[in-house]
T-cell receptor
Framework: ETGVTQTPRHLVMGMTNKKSLKCEQHLGHNAMYWYKQSAKKPLELMFVYNFKEQTENNSVPSRFSPECPNSSHLFLHLHTLQPEDSALYLC??????????FGSGTRLTVV | GENVEQHPSTLSVQEGDSAVIKCTYSDSASNYFPWYKQELGKRPQLIIDIRSNVGEKKDQRIAVTLNKTAKHFSLHITETQPEDSAVYFCAASGVQTGANNLFFGTGTRLTVIP
């Protein structure tokens, strides 16, 4: 384990379902991030939290709703997703000006 | 926002040869440039990074160079080994207080042929 844990590792959900992705970091970092990784596309920054305050919402559709109750935990709530939302969702954390530590990701399939 | 372009998208080299991956960025305010390696089915891992006050950095077989004027940076891997086979991502950010929003290139799939 690198210190960033994501659950679940795999998720299959219908378009009418509601589910949540969870990320937890044990590194004492102050910033946490959600990225979407799709085939043949760059990693897309979705949300940024710094000391549990959201500092970036990169034009993400409202069907994705982040929550950061404290500096160690980050959630991504999902509802009424589309098939094109199927991807690997990666959580990362960092300290000020430092490199990211990524979690293993959640492989999401929307059916 | 920042736009990072990465070339080539695929690269095959013979074991023992060198590999070079190049990236350009658009925002002259960017000052932090990390490189990540992602093996199949695994998370991206930081392998080396460079800040804008430095032109080159080396770590054993890996080196990164930065040309701020031209806004490009490169990853150099020497004496490649089969375990170097992976997808490599470059990234750029303007480091802000507290968080740094990294913008990634599209990745280079490196294959080292034994």
């Amino acid at each position: 384990e690198t210190g960033v844990t994501q659950t679940p590792r795999h998720l299959v959900m219908g378009m009418t379902n509601k589910k949540s992705l969870k990320c937890e970091q044990h590194l004492g970092h102050n910033a946490m991030y959600w990225y979407k990784q799709s085939a043949k596309k760059p990693l897309e920054l979705m949300f940024v939290y710094n000391f549990k305050e959201q500092t970036e919402n990169n034009s993400v559709p409202s069907r994705f709703s982040p929550e950061c109750p404290n500096s160690s935990h980050l959630f991504l709530h999902l509802h009424t997703l589309q098939p094109e939302d199927s991807a690997l969702y990666l959580c990362a954390s960092s300290n000020s000006g430092g490199g990211y530590t990524f979690g293993s990701g959640t492989r999401l399939t929307v059916v | 926002g920042e736009n990072v372009e990465q070339h080539p998208s695929t690269l095959s080299v013979q074991e023992g040869d060198s590999a070079v991956i190049k990236c350009t960025y658009s925002d002259s305010a960017s000052n932090y440039f990390p490189w990540y390696k992602q093996e199949l089915g695994k998370r991206p891992q930081l392998i080396i990074d460079i800040r804008s006050n430095v032109g080159e950095k080396k770590d054993q077989r890996i080196a990164v160079t930065l040309n701020k004027t031209a806004k490009h940076f490169s990853l150099h891997i020497t004496e490649t080994q089969p375990e170097d086979s992976a997808v490599y991502f470059c990234a750029a950010s303007g480091v802000q207080t507290g968080a740094n929003n990294l913008f990634f290139g599209t990745g280079t799939r490196l294959t080292v042929i034994p």
